[in-house]
């Protein structure tokens, strides 16, 4: 039975046991705790798989002089996709209705401000590199720095630097085949976080006062998903079905839909390239790894859309054009700035880059506690903008493998 097929069926087990729960009947607070687990447990060997095969990886794209081309091609992919579906999330939010929203609810999801050099200095390049293997919560990004390096100096004197090779590699097979154990037995915990996700929006007071921004943004992601994205797919890898490569997609679409979580979703991706994609190793693994920080082209189509509904609903409806100018730069920043930080749920994500945006608007002190009135929303916000930036980060690995491997095509029998 195909992957997804296995995640569709637990998250509706997940789905109904949400619905048998009453709702005061259980601490929302106890269900998240036990979905976090089980994510945690999802990604167990996300981090070192992605440090020993990065090492591999950029070791023989720079043997092959493919280095430049790889890392030129993912950027520039991913902040096109961004600057692209923030655009779609500004346009709609012009033409979301003003809507009354409820304010936080109790407990909410505070954010307090990150200082930019506190976070460069403490956090992504610490003193003592050490940190970055034990650090709790830890981001990617560092992981993903020092693989780099690693990669680019293992081979100054081969002699010497061979038997490092060599282990790197074989870890890297071992944690793949770890991570692929994990990828293949998540939809069992997918009943859980499901539950957890399903139960949290069963339990949201005042929901109806959402439904047009949630309309708006459901009709968004349909949009983006199902028309644009094909279309581009459609030109650039000249006039193949896009819609197979999406559906090559769906295990990793669905796990970070329900888990609002990148980096078990970058497991995921990687477990699924190699079987639905024919992507050798070398791709694939900086791609996924990169755009696991780097991917938030779905988090700023969520981020603009929210802060527009906030910005009416604080200031009225009458927004200069400028600041809807402002809206689309800042949401496109902000959503990659996002990706370096590591927040627990749901205070991270799209929710955490709403918050950043309410802190350094013009009149801050108008807005920047209004991010709290999406708490009760924002494990919805969350999932949809990982669900978008996963699939960007799908596509434009695909995209990269078309041009190296044009021979190569989807087989959806062939698929997991």
């Given at each position: 039975?195909?992957?997804?097929?296995?995640?569709?069926?637990?998250?509706?087990?997940?789905?109904?046991?949400?619905?048998?729960?009453?709702?005061?009947?259980?601490?929302?607070?106890?269900?998240?705790?036990?979905?976090?687990?089980?994510?945690?447990?999802?990604?167990?060997?996300?981090?070192?798989?992605?440090?020993?095969?990065?090492?591999?990886?950029?070791?023989?794209?720079?043997?092959?002089k493919k280095l430049f081309f790889l890392i030129k091609k993912t950027f520039l992919y991913l902040i096109g996709a961004a600057v692209l579906l923030s655009l779609i999330g500004t346009v709609s939010g012009i033409f979301l209705p003003y809507t009354k929203i409820p304010g936080p609810g109790p407990n909410p999801a505070t954010i307090q401000a990150i200082s930019v050099l506190d976070l460069f200095k403490h956090e992504i390049f610490p003193d003592n590199l050490s940190i970055i293997f034990i650090r709790a919560g830890f981001s990617l990004f560092p992981i993903i720095v020092l693989a780099f390096l690693v990669g680019l100096n293992v081979d100054y004197e081969k002699q010497f630097t061979r038997p490092v090779i060599q282990f790197a590699d074989g870890m890297s097979r071992i944690m793949f085949h770890i991570n692929s154990f994990f990828m293949e037995i998540f939809w069992i915990g997918i009943i859980a976080v499901s539950a957890a996700r399903f139960f949290s929006i069963k339990t949201i007071q005042g929901i109806e006062a959402y439904l047009p921004f949630l309309m708006t943004l459901c009709i968004d992601v349909i949009l983006v998903i199902a028309v644009i994205y094909p279309l581009i797919l459609f030109v650039i890898t000249k006039k193949r079905n896009p819609y197979k490569a999406i559906y090559a997609a769906l295990g990793p679409a669905l796990t970070a839909l329900m888990?609002?979580?990148?980096?078990?979703?970058?497991?995921?991706?990687?477990?699924?390239?190699?079987?639905?994609?024919?992507?050798?190793?070398?791709?694939?693994?900086?791609?996924?790894?990169?755009?696991?920080?780097?991917?938030?082209?779905?988090?700023?189509?969520?981020?603009?859309?929210?802060?527009?509904?906030?910005?009416?609903?604080?200031?009225?409806?009458?927004?200069?054009?400028?600041?809807?100018?402002?809206?689309?730069?800042?949401?496109?920043?902000?959503?990659?700035?996002?990706?370096?930080?590591?927040?627990?749920?749901?205070?991270?994500?799209?929710?955490?880059?709403?918050?950043?945006?309410?802190?350094?608007?013009?009149?801050?002190?108008?807005?920047?506690?209004?991010?709290?009135?999406?708490?009760?929303?924002?494990?919805?916000?969350?999932?949809?903008?990982?669900?978008?930036?996963?699939?960007?980060?799908?596509?434009?690995?695909?995209?990269?493998?078309?041009?190296?491997?044009?021979?190569?095509?989807?087989?959806?029998?062939?698929?997991?």
């Open positions: 039975m195909k992957i997804w097929v296995k995640l569709l069926i637990g998250i509706g087990i997940g789905f109904v046991i949400a619905l048998i729960i009453p709702a005061g009947g259980i601490d929302p607070s106890v269900i998240e705790s036990i979905a976090q687990i089980v994510i945690n447990i999802g990604k167990y060997a996300m981090f070192p798989l992605v440090f020993f095969s990065l090492i591999i990886s950029v070791w023989e794209l720079r043997n092959e888990t609002g979580d990148h980096y078990i979703s970058a497991g995921m991706q990687l477990h699924h390239s190699r079987e639905n994609l024919l992507s050798p190793r070398n791709m694939s693994t900086p791609v996924f790894s990169l755009a696991a920080v780097f991917s938030r082209a779905g988090t700023a189509l969520v981020v603009s859309l929210s802060f527009i509904l906030l910005r009416k609903t604080t200031l009225g409806t009458e927004i200069p054009i400028i600041e809807y100018f402002w809206i689309f730069g800042g949401s496109i920043l902000i959503s990659l700035f996002s990706g370096l930080l590591s927040f627990s749920f749901p205070r991270t994500g799209a929710y955490a880059a709403i918050a950043f945006l309410c802190l350094t608007y013009i009149d801050s002190n108008m807005i920047q506690d209004k991010y709290l009135d999406l708490t009760h929303i924002a494990p919805i916000l969350i999932c949809v903008g990982v669900l978008l930036d996963v699939i960007t980060s799908w596509l434009t690995a695909y995209i990269i493998i078309q041009e190296k491997h044009p021979q190569q095509i989807v087989d959806i029998k062939r698929c997991i």
